[in-house]
């Protein structure tokens, strides 16, 4: 099956591309239940995108309507994810990390959808995200940050629940942004691949808890990270590893 659609601009990461984890979402929007996502590329906005879905539900994005491998910019499949999840920090222990936030995504003058504190409330996620204490001395799998998030109602469907493309999102910049914080010199750093799973419906009403934890050792210029999001009360509620 072959059809096109088109990423609206607000939806940026850097300008004229869409952020990762929103370009993830949207991909994952094609295959039900838990699924993996491969950018090879930026999802450009405002650009039609073909979208070629298999039956197996598999799913691959193209620039335009030549689908080589060329213009092949991302792709999904359905998978199963198994992770470790560590206890979540308390939502006070959040909010305190979220006062820490650092603005690292300056890239375009509207900032990243997901982590911008320029964009009003409702043009963009605002999840500020922040260092826990002693973030240096962390050990592999202990939450590095984190951040309050409070959804806004545009971000529900008609049902009152957040919009999974959304959810996504949220799971992009946590990462990253544990990376940049640990590691100042690191670079740049992009989301490469990402799977993740929705344990739960999460209602657009509640204000949640979301961190980011290193899974393994770094192989190569490769970065593995896990980010979670629990209930205010600690209930986990989506979870997503990362490649970076």
């Known amino acids: 099956m072959e059809q096109t659609l088109t990423i609206d601009g607000i939806y940026n990461g850097a300008t004229g591309v869409a952020n990762g984890g929103y370009s993830c979402g949207v991909v994952a ?6 699924a993996e996502v491969r950018l090879n590329a930026a999802f450009p906005t405002e650009t039609p995108l073909t979208v070629k879905s298999s039956a197996e539900g598999n799913v691959e994005f193209f ?6 491998k060329a213009n092949l910019l991302g792709s999904g499949k359905p998978t199963l994810l198994d992770l470790e999840v560590p206890n979540p920090p308390n939502y006070e222990a959040a909010r305190q990390a979220s006062e820490n936030f650092i603005f690292l995504h300056r890239v375009d003058p509207r900032g990243c959808y997901v982590c911008s504190p320029i964009r009003p409330v409702g043009e963009g996620l605002r999840l500020f995200i ?17 951040s309050v998030w409070r959804p806004s ?37 992009v989301l490469g691949s990402c799977a993740a799973s929705m344990k739960e419906k999460l209602p657009a009403s509640e204000h949640y808890v979301v ?10 210029a490769k970065r593995f990270m896990g ?18």
């Open 153 to 189: 109602p545009e971000q529900a469907k008609a049902d009152g629940y957040i919009d999974p493309v959304y959810i996504w999102s949220v799971l992009d910049c946590p990462g990253v942004t544990a990376l940049k914080l640990r590691n100042p010199g690191s670079g740049v750093l």
């Open 63 to 68: 620039l335009e309507q030549n689908c080589s």
């Open 130 to 146: 922040g260092p826990l204490p002693n973030i240096q001395g962390k050990s592999m799998g202990e939450n590095l940050v984190a």
């Open 211 to 220: 961190s980011a934890w290193e899974i393994d050792p770094p192989q190569g």
């Open 227 to 244: 980010v979670a999001i629990h209930s205010r009360t600690g209930k986990l509620m989506a979870w997503a590893r990362q490649v970076c």
């Open 29 to 34: 929007s094609f295959i039900s239940g838990d």
